[in-house]
């Protein structure tokens, strides 16, 4: 069986082409072109057509017999009915219901009621509050369809405008014990006009139309997967999917997702719950993560210079470092709050260049570490932690996660594992066994902490948490 995985990310559109038969893989990746400088909000037909160019180079020569998709979840987009887009598409990084979302966080009832039912924290990242905020903006919702980029590429391909569980536990707008839309908390934001699209299995496929077989250059009538969102994928993808699982993917942003057997609700509200396309997960993501690190690899070194480069500055034995908060693109675990920016304290006149960037990386990890305490508070201890992402091309980056965590984590042996992910949904809804040894075979690496570090980065973790308490919105402090 030959599958073609095509994947819409934050940043990127990937493919990768897998025959179950030869073991053979072949991936492609390019950078979407988005004009302008805001890259959260762009144009829906644009990245679909970008991501069918790369899937017809990918496809090229070859008889396909199952496509698979992949893309991000708290993305939105309306249409109309026969699939025109209204709006732009609106990521996970654009925060302009911001404002609305911190008026209805004001009212605590309303916040616990809805973290309770969705699983999902009220924050400007969420579809609910981007819908109600379009609304409030005069667009009207009446009769509209409500869309992320990925069901929005499964309905242009397929005609069926169709999404999953998985996908739509991202939204704000699914009960996160029934799995099925909620009326309710459409009602509460006024969003009740705005129509949804269809829940389907994980294993539901549509087959491809005519016009979508052309740009791909495949015949018409190849079966469609629906698609499912990257991060549960990428779960599936690492075989992460038993109960005290958890991957950890340090990219764009950041995530700790724990695979569990029922929904898990954190009391304080800082973790949440959605569904990877095997079962519930319970986790926590940061907005700033490998996009801070651009940042600061862009003001502090400019962008001819390689990570390579910076590297060898970089020393696990210096101290006072400058603290960052890494809240650029707002707060999304564990204190939910989309309105917190980020930056430097602790800022001295001897500090480096390469002490502010080191302070970055360490930042980032205070971060994702101060999540991880909470994930591991609600469910325990992971009986194992699986690591991937653009932190894997850093040996000092990777080092200082597991020295602070203080655990020691397997290095994914894959390098994509969300269309990995992908490919194995598309396996098991062929009936087939989703392991296979091009994916299997690989062992996983291994990083261990260094005892002796842990001490040291205890204090300057005890550090970053007391700037993080006196910056929070609303502190009176300056931020």
Same mark, same amino acid.
């Given at each position: 069986?030959?599958?073609?995985?095509?994947?819409?990310?934050?940043? /990127?559109?990937?493919?990768?082409?897998?025959?179950?038969?030869?073991?053979?893989? *072949?991936?492609?990746?390019?950078?979407?072109?988005?004009?302008?400088?805001?890259?959260?909000?762009?144009?829906?037909?644009?990245?679909?057509?970008?991501?069918?160019?790369?899937?017809?180079?990918?496809?090229?020569?070859?008889?396909?017999?199952?496509?698979? #998709?992949?893309?991000?979840?708290?993305?939105?987009?309306?249409?109309?009915?026969?699939?025109?887009?209204?709006?732009? &598409?609106?990521?996970?990084?654009?925060?302009?219901? %911001?404002?609305?979302?911190?008026?209805?966080?004001?009212?605590?009832?309303?916040?616990?009621?809805?973290?309770?039912?969705?699983?999902?924290? &009220?924050?400007?990242?969420?579809?609910?509050?981007?819908?109600?905020?379009?609304?409030?903006?005069?667009?009207?919702?009446?009769?509209?369809?409500?869309?992320?980029?990925?069901?929005?590429?499964?309905?242009?391909?397929?005609?069926?405008?169709?999404?999953?569980?998985?996908?739509?536990?991202?939204?704000?707008?699914?009960?996160?014990? /029934?799995?099925?839309?909620?009326?309710?908390?459409?009602?509460?934001?006024?969003?009740?006009?705005? +129509?949804?699209?269809? #829940?389907?299995?994980?294993?539901?496929?549509?087959?491809?139309? /005519?016009?979508?077989?052309?740009?791909?250059?495949?015949?018409?009538?190849?079966?469609?997967?629906?698609?499912?969102?990257?991060?549960?994928?990428? %779960?599936?993808?690492?075989?992460?999917?038993?109960?005290?699982?958890?991957?950890?993917?340090?990219?764009?942003?950041?995530?700790?997702?724990?695979?569990?057997?029922?929904?898990?609700?954190?009391?304080?509200?800082?973790?949440?719950?959605?569904? /990877?396309?095997?079962?519930?997960?319970?986790?926590?993501?940061?907005?700033?993560?490998?996009?801070?690190?651009?940042?600061?690899?862009?003001?502090?070194?400019? #962008?001819?210079?390689?990570?390579?480069?910076?590297?060898?500055?970089?020393? *696990?034995?210096?101290?006072?470092?400058?603290?960052?908060?890494?809240?650029?693109?707002?707060?999304?675990?564990?204190?939910? %709050?989309?309105?917190?920016?980020?930056?430097?304290?602790?800022?001295?006149?001897?500090?480096?260049?390469?002490?502010?960037?080191?302070?970055? #990386?360490?930042?980032? &990890?205070?971060?994702?570490?101060?999540?991880?305490?909470?994930?591991?508070?609600?469910?325990?201890?992971?009986?194992?932690?699986?690591?991937?992402?653009?932190?894997?091309?850093?040996?000092?980056?990777? %080092?200082?996660? *597991?020295?602070?965590?203080?655990?020691?984590?397997?290095?994914?042996?894959?390098?994509?594992?969300?269309?990995?992910?992908?490919?194995?949904?598309?396996?098991?809804?062929?009936?087939?066994?989703?392991?296979?040894?091009?994916?299997?075979?690989?062992?996983?690496? +291994?990083?261990?902490?260094?005892?002796?570090?842990?001490?040291?980065?205890?204090?300057?973790?005890?550090?970053?948490?007391?700037?993080?308490?006196?910056? +929070?919105?609303?502190?009176?402090? *300056?931020?």
């Amino acid at each position: 069986m030959i599958i073609l995985a095509l994947e819409s990310s934050t940043t /990127s559109a990937k493919t990768l082409l897998f025959d179950s038969e030869s073991g053979s893989i *072949a991936v492609r990746s390019r950078r979407f072109e988005v004009p302008g400088p805001d890259t959260s909000v762009r144009d829906p037909d644009a990245i679909y057509t970008q991501l069918m160019a790369l899937g017809r180079e990918a496809a090229a020569g070859v008889a396909v017999d199952l496509i698979v #998709l992949s893309g991000t979840w708290h993305g939105l987009t309306l249409v109309d009915d026969d699939l025109r887009v209204v709006t732009p &598409v609106r990521e996970w990084p654009d925060t302009s219901a %911001q404002d609305l979302s911190a008026r209805e966080r004001a009212d605590a009832e309303f916040t616990w009621w809805f973290y309770e039912r969705t699983g999902c924290m &009220v924050n400007a990242i969420y579809p609910a509050f981007k819908l109600a905020w379009l609304q409030e903006q005069g667009l009207s919702l009446g009769g509209r369809l409500a869309l992320d980029q990925a069901s929005l590429n499964f309905a242009r391909m397929t005609g069926d405008p169709s999404t999953n569980v998985s996908l739509a536990s991202g939204s704000g707008l699914l009960g996160a014990d /029934s799995l099925e839309w909620d009326g309710e908390v459409m009602d509460r934001l006024g969003i009740s006009d705005v +129509r949804l699209p269809a #829940l389907r299995e994980a294993s539901h496929t549509a087959p491809l139309s /005519s016009d979508a077989a052309v740009l791909l250059g495949l015949t018409a009538g190849i079966p469609v997967l629906t698609p499912g969102p990257d991060g549960g994928l990428s %779960q599936v993808g690492d075989r992460a999917t038993e109960p005290g699982d958890m991957t950890f993917s340090m990219g764009t942003s950041g995530a700790l997702r724990f695979a569990t057997r029922h929904p898990s609700f954190s009391p304080a509200m800082s973790t949440w719950s959605y569904r /990877s396309p095997l079962g519930a997960l319970s986790g926590a993501a940061t907005s700033g993560c490998g996009n801070c690190v651009d940042w600061a690899r862009e003001r502090l070194f400019g #962008l001819t210079t390689d990570y390579s480069e910076i590297e060898p500055l970089l020393s *696990a034995e210096k101290s006072e470092l400058p603290v960052f908060l890494p809240f650029l693109f707002g707060e999304r675990s564990p204190g939910w %709050q989309d309105q917190r920016r980020g930056g430097f304290l602790d800022l001295k006149p001897s500090h480096t260049r390469a002490d502010m960037y080191q302070g970055v #990386l360490e930042g980032i &990890v205070f971060s994702l570490y101060h999540c991880f305490k909470e994930l591991t508070a609600l469910n325990g201890m992971p009986r194992r932690i699986v690591l991937s992402g653009g932190v894997l091309s850093s040996p000092f980056w990777t %080092q200082l996660v *597991a020295d602070v965590f203080g655990a020691e984590m397997e290095i994914s042996a894959l390098q994509h594992s969300s269309v990995v992910g992908a490919v194995r949904m598309g396996l098991l809804a062929s009936g087939l066994p989703s392991e296979h040894p091009a994916f299997d075979d690989a062992p996983a690496g +291994r990083v261990k902490p260094r005892e002796d570090r842990k001490a040291h980065y205890d204090g300057e973790f005890a550090r970053y948490l007391d700037h993080y308490s006196q910056t +929070r919105p609303g502190s009176g402090v *300056a931020r």
